[in-house]
């Protein structure tokens, strides 16, 4: 039986390189790639999903999980080649307000993803899948989002 899954000891961005990572003590799902006022902060190895998905001879990725504390935006520019060849589900935190830009740079990311990979946007809504538009975004949404093709299997399970 093949793995489906793996824990590596990586932070993901959009190359391979050491980054700093802000920690917060009292809640380990906080600590941050960007800087945060007051925290100490580790170097910590990274490496770009293509870049892992190349190394460890990945046939497919069907679905990627992206919830890094304002790292969301690295994370994409780091999955361009994994996202052309096996057109991956996303799924994405999106939460302006941890980002320094207030969420500016992942929103033009968004628009450039969608538009170069022919994919839409959508979110859960009363346990069904929705689609929005970037304009939904932009009114204020906090929480998780789906990057998906139109063939995806995500809109046919």
Same mark, same amino acid.
């Given at each position: 039986?093949?793995?489906?899954?793996? $824990?590596?000891?990586?932070?993901?961005? /959009? !190359?391979?390189?050491?980054?700093?990572?802000? @920690?917060?003590? +009292?809640? *380990?799902?906080?600590?941050?790639?960007?800087?945060?006022?007051?925290?100490?902060?580790?170097?910590?190895?990274?490496?770009?999903?293509?870049?892992?998905?190349?190394?460890?001879?990945?046939?497919?990725?069907?679905?990627?999980?992206?919830?890094?504390?304002?790292?969301?935006? $690295?994370?994409?520019?780091?999955?361009? /080649? !994994?996202?052309?060849?096996?057109?991956?589900? @996303?799924?994405? +935190?999106? *939460?302006?307000?941890?980002?320094?830009?207030?969420?500016?740079?992942?929103?033009?990311?968004?628009?450039?993803?969608?538009?170069?990979?022919?994919?839409?946007?959508?979110?859960?809504?009363?346990?069904?899948?929705?689609?929005?538009?970037?304009?939904?975004?932009?009114?204020?949404?906090?929480?998780?989002?789906?990057?998906?093709?139109?063939?995806?299997?995500?809109?046919?399970?």
């Amino acid at each position: 039986m093949q793995a489906n899954a793996f $824990a590596n000891q990586y932070a993901i961005c /959009e !190359t391979e390189k050491n980054i700093k990572l802000y @920690i917060l003590p +009292e809640n *380990s799902g906080d600590n941050r790639p960007i800087f945060v006022e007051g925290r100490s902060s580790l170097s910590v190895s990274a490496i770009s999903i293509d870049k892992y998905v190349k190394e460890r001879k990945l046939t497919k990725v069907d679905f990627i999980k992206i919830d890094i504390q304002g790292g969301e935006d $690295a994370a994409l520019e780091g999955c361009k /080649e !994994t996202l052309r060849r096996d057109r991956s589900v @996303i799924m994405l +935190e999106f *939460s302006p307000q941890l980002i320094t830009d207030n969420g500016n740079s992942l929103k033009r990311r968004l628009i450039t993803l969608i538009d170069d990979y022919q994919m839409s946007l959508f979110i859960v809504e009363n346990n069904q899948l929705k689609m929005i538009t970037m304009n939904d975004l932009h009114d204020h949404y906090d929480g998780n989002i789906f990057v998906a093709a139109s063939d995806s299997w995500l809109l046919y399970s």
